[in-house]
């Protein structure tokens, strides 16, 4: 158990549907980072929020959002699903705003659009 | 953005024996961090060993070492004494300080056969 707390670990869910991703952090780590994995596409960074405030932004489409709330805990919204979301669903966590540490990943939430 | 290349889609290797898995990466700044993940069946993304590029000392952990070459953006991670656990995806990445997020290559397969 990393300690990072991904819910729920599988998804499946109709195209044009919307789904919220649950993530809670390692305790005493204040940033969160959403990535997606997907075979095509590998490991893509979408977004990363530190103690409650946006601190960068990846590859996230406009049908995605996320916020992080004042327990720490993050959730990532995405809407109007198409296939081609279906993908793992990573949160990591760290200590502080840098990664220069790395970061302890959540097992994922799998997500099927179908 | 930096780019992170991992130019082995798949490795095996036999139990016990040694086997290096590659990855170069383009950036232009000067003072970054390195990375190695793996990520198993379990899909669990685990941190095996992290560089700083300003130390010219090698990384080691255990039986995982790398060969970090600063000049030609090199960073392959080595795998001594083989187990059937070390059968897994492994991840190059990268992270800078202009940037908050780690930047992943595409993966390389690692096949462990007895």
């Known amino acids: 158990d990393s300690g990072v707390t991904q819910t729920p670990k599988h998804l499946i869910t109709a195209t044009g549907q919307r789904v919220t991703l649950r993530c809670s952090p390692r305790s005493g780590d204040l940033s969160v980072y959403w990535y997606q994995q997907s075979l095509d596409q590998g490991l893509q960074f979408l977004i990363q929020y530190y103690n409650g405030e946006e601190r960068a932004k990846g590859n996230i489409l406009e049908r995605f959002s996320a916020q992080q709330f004042p327990d720490l805990h993050s959730e990532l919204n995405l809407s109007s699903l198409e296939l081609g979301d279906s993908a793992l669903y990573f949160c990591a966590s760290s200590v502080g705003a840098e990664t220069n540490y790395g970061y302890t990943f959540g097992s994922g939430t799998r997500l099927t659009v179908v | 953005a930096q780019t992170v290349t991992q130019s082995q889609p798949e490795m095996s290797v036999q139990e016990a024996e040694t086997v290096t898995l590659s990855c170069t990466y383009d950036?232009?700044?000067?003072?970054?961090?390195l990375f190695w993940y793996k990520q198993p069946p379990s899909r669990q993304m685990i941190l095996v060993i992290r560089q700083e590029a300003y130390k010219q000392q090698n990384a080691t952990e255990n039986r995982f070492s790398v060969n970090f070459q600063k000049a030609a953006k090199s960073f392959s991670l080595k795998i001594s004494d083989s187990q059937l656990g070390d059968a897994a995806m492994y991840f190059c990445a990268y992270n800078g300080n202009s940037g908050y997020a780690l930047n992943f290559g595409k993966g390389t397969s690692l096949l462990v056969t007895p």
């Open positions: 950036t232009s700044e000067s003072d970054y961090y």
